[in-house]
C-alpha cells in the first residue's frame, strides 16, 4: 500500500509540475485563461495506442489483462486506476505520460 501512495505522490508530483511549466510558458491573458483539464484515461490509453499501431488484443497481452477489459478502458465504460494508465503508457507503449498527455490536447481528431 505505501509503494502506492508513494507511486501516487510522484505521479501528482511530475503531472503538477509539467502543467506548470506550460502554463508559465503560454502567453495567457487573463480574459482567455481557461482551465487546462488532463485528459480521460480512456482518451490518453487509446491515443498512444494508435501512435504505437498496437491492436487492442496486442497491448492487452503485453500487460496481462483480457482484450475486453482494456476495450472497456479506451470506450470508457469502466474508468482505469491512473496507475495502469500509466504503466500502459510508459511500460507497454515506451512513452512518456506528459508526452501523451500533450498529444492528446493537440491532436483530438487521433482519439475519435
Same mark, same amino acid.
Given at each position: 500500500m505505501a509503494k502506492h501512495l508513494t507511486f501516487n505522490t510522484q505521479m501528482k508530483t511530475r503531472l503538477s509540475q509539467h502543467l506548470v511549466s506550460a502554463q508559465s510558458s503560454a502567453d495567457i491573458?487573463?480574459?482567455s485563461s481557461k482551465?487546462?483539464?488532463?485528459?480521460?484515461?480512456?482518451?490518453?490509453?487509446?491515443?498512444?495506442?494508435?501512435c504505437r499501431g498496437y491492436t487492442q488484443a496486442e497491448s492487452a497481452a503485453?500487460?496481462? &489483462? =483480457?482484450?475486453?477489459? %482494456?476495450?472497456?478502458w479506451e470506450n470508457n465504460e469502466y474508468n482505469p486506476?491512473?496507475?495502469?494508465?500509466?504503466?500502459? &503508457? =510508459?511500460?507497454?507503449? %515506451?512513452?512518456?505520460?506528459t508526452q501523451v498527455i500533450e498529444g492528446v490536447r493537440n491532436d483530438p481528431e487521433?482519439?475519435?
Amino acid at each position: 500500500m505505501a509503494k502506492h501512495l508513494t507511486f501516487n505522490t510522484q505521479m501528482k508530483t511530475r503531472l503538477s509540475q509539467h502543467l506548470v511549466s506550460a502554463q508559465s510558458s503560454a502567453d495567457i491573458s487573463p480574459q482567455s485563461s481557461k482551465l487546462i483539464r488532463t485528459p480521460k484515461g480512456a482518451q490518453l490509453l487509446k491515443y498512444a495506442r494508435k501512435c504505437r499501431g498496437y491492436t487492442q488484443a496486442e497491448s492487452a497481452a503485453c500487460y496481462g &489483462i =483480457e482484450e475486453r477489459t %482494456l476495450r472497456r478502458w479506451e470506450n470508457n465504460e469502466y474508468n482505469p486506476r491512473w496507475n495502469d494508465v500509466i504503466s500502459l &503508457i =510508459e511500460d507497454v507503449y %515506451l512513452m512518456d505520460i506528459t508526452q501523451v498527455i500533450e498529444g492528446v490536447r493537440n491532436d483530438p481528431e487521433l482519439v475519435a
